[in-house]
């Protein structure tokens, strides 16, 4: 329960923590269904090998890679001024722009 209270605060400073955690099981999930399908249909192919287990884990360094750096980096930019998908704080940006303005 401690590590829930902990990743709750955490994910108050760091909003894009959720759609990461997220994207992390969608990779997972889409990994072992691709895997099981190779497996019934090819009867040579084993279920779970180091390559899948590997494979698996360089997906889930990339999609915490592009969280913590690519989608920073993306969305404090300036030159972008399109709605990132997850990115919340454009919205409240947005919303206090219009109440500037009127």
């Not at 709750?8 to 759609?19: A, G, T, V």
């Not at 990461?20 to 969608?26: A, K, L, V």
């Not at 990132?84 to 454009?90: D, I, Q, R, S």
Request: charged share 20%; net charge neutral; proline share 4%.
């Amino acid at each position: 329960m401690e590590l829930l209270r902990r990743f709750n605060e955490y994910s108050k400073i760091n909003p894009e923590i959720i759609p990461m955690i997220y994207d992390i099981i969608r990779t997972i999930v889409i990994q072992c269904v691709v895997q099981l399908l190779f497996y019934m249909n090819n009867p040579g192919v084993e279920l779970f090998t180091g390559i899948f287990f590997q494979t698996t884990l360089f997906l889930i360094l990339g999609v915490i890679i592009f969280w913590l750096i690519a989608y920073k980096l993306i969305s404090n930019n300036k030159i972008f001024d399109i709605p990132l998908l997850y990115h919340g704080h454009y919205l409240e940006n947005k919303k206090l722009e219009n109440n500037i303005k009127e």
